[in-house]
């Protein structure tokens, strides 16, 4: 024995204190255990030296324990204090013939029962019949209960398990496949309605079944379910629970008096004489209805189909045969649902920056009364300002609006013999900029169409008339004019997709007066127009087009020869340059909003933000009326989410804008 084995064991002595107090011999040994932090294979080797058992220990049992005993004990009680140190330590016993073994608690429950040694470890394979349940179904059940070298599979064409194991333990999984594979006591039983609908009786039985159970206080005794392809009632239960529900299937299936072909659906969301029209287009009038055979041709239905709408109520008046009533409520259901809105959010930005220079001289020469030479010179608006100046000359009363745009500086001799001369100087600086942000945002239902203009209505002046009476010589001027819209508008139509996605066909229209640098003789629009479809997603923002535009335009006139004289040529010539520099783009943003919730937040955003601007503008008073006030909005009540009426205590005032602040 080496030294270090030499002490181990007598440290295990030691840690047992033999305490005979006494006995006489022949006495059954007392024995005070003291194990602190100590292995526990040392221990297990000192409990079988005591109590002369074999330990076989598993390879993960492992660690230290303390074990401590106050007053003596006998060999029987050291073992029973043995065992529930083991079991607090997660550890148990298993006895196996000669030897006990010892493993975790998860590794008992793939060891069988105790037998004999030879039986036990003998390895065997074995084919099991499974009769009434699916084998492929027991494998994830039994292969927990086997060790890591066993084998568990399942032949589904035969319905057989192939199991190779341990004797012991393959006997033990036959009894829980045993156990498991018995005969299902309940069926399927399907009945066929002649008069009634399969959805409506399903309906009604399964509130009894519901009833009876809750009744009992368990579970509903009977599946039922409905087949409305071919309007039939599945029952799946007990004989006895069949048996009585049968019964009232047979009982509900009469015909109703009166008529029983008839009914009055009413709609919800869809448009009844819209409806009306299309499933009497599908299914026929009056001795044409026909309906779907079983393999999908057409076959003459057993009776005529009549269909008409009530737009008070927005109902059907359906008189059609079970099996059509059938098809057409099946049909009206899918239809006749709630469909989602789609709020869209338009954005235009425009930014315009305009400039325009003019420079020039103009010359005129008239000496027509002496036969002397007559000259003008004519450049671009120039021209117009020697007109009103040979009408001042000859003393009539010049017109402002024919002056052109800008300075015009003259200087000259007008004289009525000899010759007259003027040079008339031309100047014009002008700058425009425009910056437009504009945002018309509209609701519409999945794939309505909707459309929001905001605008004026412009005058233009199309042409002008004068008529001279011939009585007394009045003179009767009139001019005509045509109106054009100028503002925004955007027409759309949502097609929601699976998910958040959906398709847009969009048409978005802004206009607005030009006031740019340059003069004009009327008003110019600028008019883009976009129209495209676009597939987004919800809440995202897309691009739908825009323009970046940068012009230059220089223009130079001159006299020939003249105007290239150095010094002196810019008395001879006029020029003029304009730059016009353009950025516009257009967003949309369309949001889902499924139902009332989303739309209300949507909703109570936009009219706070209006509410907010209409109170900041009511605190400045009204100029000129004292005590009057401002319009301000109701403050915007919360709905209520638990569908009960509001009791007037639980509804806020609104405050009367007539009150004052």
Not at 45 to 51: A, F, H, I, P, S
Not at 329 to 356: G, N, Y
Not at 403 to 414: E, K, M
Not at 482 to 502: A, Y
């Amino acid at each position: 024995m080496s030294p270090s084995a030499a002490v181990r064991r007598a440290l295990r002595v030691a840690a047992i204190l033999f305490v005979l107090a006494g006995a006489p011999v022949g006495a059954q040994q007392q024995f005070t255990l003291n194990f602190r932090d100590t292995d526990l294979r040392q221990v297990i080797e000192t409990v079988g030296e005591l109590t002369g058992r074999n330990f076989l220990p598993d390879p993960r049992v492992r660690g230290t324990v303390t074990l401590i005993s106050n007053t003596p004990m006998s060999l029987d009680a050291v073992y029973e204090a043995f065992l529930t140190m083991l079991s607090i330590n997660g550890f148990v016993t298993i006895d196996d013939g000669e030897f006990t073994r010892i493993v975790t608690d998860q590794t008992a429950r793939q060891l069988p029962s105790p037998t004999s040694a030879r039986e036990r470890e003998a390895l065997v394979t074995q084919v099991v019949r499974v009769d009434n349940v699916s084998a492929t179904a027991l494998v994830p059940i039994l292969r927990p209960m086997q060790a890591q070298y066993a084998h568990l599979t399942a032949i589904p064409n035969s319905n057989l398990l192939v199991i190779v194991d341990r004797k012991s333990n393959v006997d033990r999984l036959i009894e829980v496949i045993e156990a498991v594979d018995r005969e299902m006591v309940e069926d399927v039983e399907v009945i066929r309605l002649n008069h009634a609908f399969a959805g409506e009786v399903v309906q009604t039985l399964s509130a009894v079944a519901q009833a009876s159970a809750a009744a009992a206080g368990g579970a509903p005794g009977v599946q039922i379910v409905a087949d409305e392809r071919t309007n039939s009632v599945l029952l799946s239960g007990t004989a006895q629970a069949r048996l009585r529900y049968r019964a009232l299937v047979a009982y509900l299936d009469e015909p109703v008096e009166g008529g029983g072909d008839t009914r009055v659906r009413y709609l919800n969301y869809a448009d009844a004489e819209q409806l009306a029209t299309q499933l009497q287009q599908q299914f026929g009038g009056t001795g044409a209805a026909t309906a779907a055979g079983a393999n999908g041709a057409a076959a003459p239905s057993e009776g005529p189909v009549m269909i008409w709408a009530d737009a008070a109520t927005n109902a059907l008046v359906i008189s059609a045969p079970s099996r059509i009533m059938q098809s057409m409520m099946s049909i009206i259901d899918q239809i006749d649902i709630p469909r989602a809105q789609v709020l869209v959010e338009a954005i235009f930005v425009e930014v315009t920056d305009e400039k325009a220079a003019e420079l020039g001289v103009t010359w005129i020469v008239d000496g027509s009364d002496d036969d002397n030479a007559v000259g003008l010179t004519n450049f671009s608006s120039t021209t117009r300002g020697v007109v009103q100046l040979g009408a001042a000359a000859q003393g009539d009363q010049p017109s402002i609006n024919a002056i052109p745009d800008g300075a015009l500086i003259g200087v000259g001799r007008i004289r009525d013999t000899g010759t007259s001369w003027a040079a008339l100087l031309s100047a014009l600086r002008g700058d425009g900029s425009t910056n437009i942000i504009a945002t018309p945002h509209v609701t519409v239902l999945d794939n309505d169409e909707a459309e929001i203009s905001v605008g004026q209505e412009v005058p233009f002046l199309t042409g002008s008339f004068t008529a001279t009476g011939t009585s007394d010589g009045a003179i009767n001027p009139f001019q005509t004019i045509q109106r054009e819209p100028v503002g925004t508008s955007l027409r759309i139509t949502p097609q929601i997709n699976e998910g958040d996605g959906m398709k847009l066909r969009i048409e978005v229209e802004q206009s607005s007066i030009n006031f740019g640098a340059g003069g004009a003789v009327d008003l110019i629009t600028n008019n883009r127009t976009i129209s495209t479809s676009v597939a987004a997603r919800d809440g995202e923002i897309l691009v739908l087009g825009g323009l970046i535009d940068d012009q230059l335009r220089e223009t130079e006139q001159r006299v020939p020869g003249l105007g290239r004289v150095p010094g002196l040529g810019w008395l001879f010539r006029a020029r003029s340059t304009e730059r016009v520099k353009t950025n516009l783009m257009v967003f949309i943003r369309p949001t889902i909003l499924r139902d009332n919730i989303q739309a209300g937040v949507h909703t109570s955003r936009k009219y706070n933000y209006i509410r907010e601007m209409q109170r900041l503008q009511a605190e400045r008073p009204v100029q000129l009326m004292r005590g009057e006030t401002r319009p301000l909005l109701p403050e915007l009540e919360e709905p209520d989410r638990t569908g009960e009426p509001r009791s007037e205590a639980d509804t806020p005032e609104t405050r009367n804008p007539d009150d004052g602040d």
